[in-house]
């Protein structure tokens, strides 16, 4: 099985910043992408940010600016840096992988973003 943890979540003051990591390990062998999503109160789930096995980014319009991706293949460990965040920010973010089609989740970290 594919264990996720991730860390950097806590609460940060509207135009902070913070950086989430998600460490994948066990049984690893062809990754697709990894990413994140989040759920914000009220909210449904949503993608944040994919990075590909091949390097193909995807950000969602509501992060495009402030949030970078970026993943260290050696560690299969992916990155989350949030910057300018907002209260709408506010959420449980999740760490994903996918390998084979298949999604394996982490057990999420709190974003959150308040004055």
């Known amino acids: 099985q594919v264990q996720l943890v991730e860390s950097g979540g806590g609460l940060v003051q509207p135009g902070g910043s913070l950086r989430l990591s998600c460490a994948a390990s066990?049984?690893?062998?062809?990754?697709?992408?990894m990413g994140w999503y989040r759920r914000a109160p009220g909210k449904q789930r949503e993608l944040v940010a994919t990075?590909?096995?091949?390097?193909?980014?995807y950000y969602a319009d509501s992060v495009k600016g402030r949030f970078t991706i970026s993943r260290d293949n050696g560690k299969n460990t992916v990155y989350l840096q949030m910057n300018s965040l907002k209260p709408e920010d506010t959420a449980v973010y999740y760490c994903n992988l996918r390998q084979w089609g298949v999604n394996n989740w982490g057990q999420g970290t709190q974003v959150t973003v308040s004055s």
């Open positions: 990075i590909t096995s091949g390097g193909s980014i």
């Open positions: 066990g049984t690893i062998f062809s990754i697709d992408a």
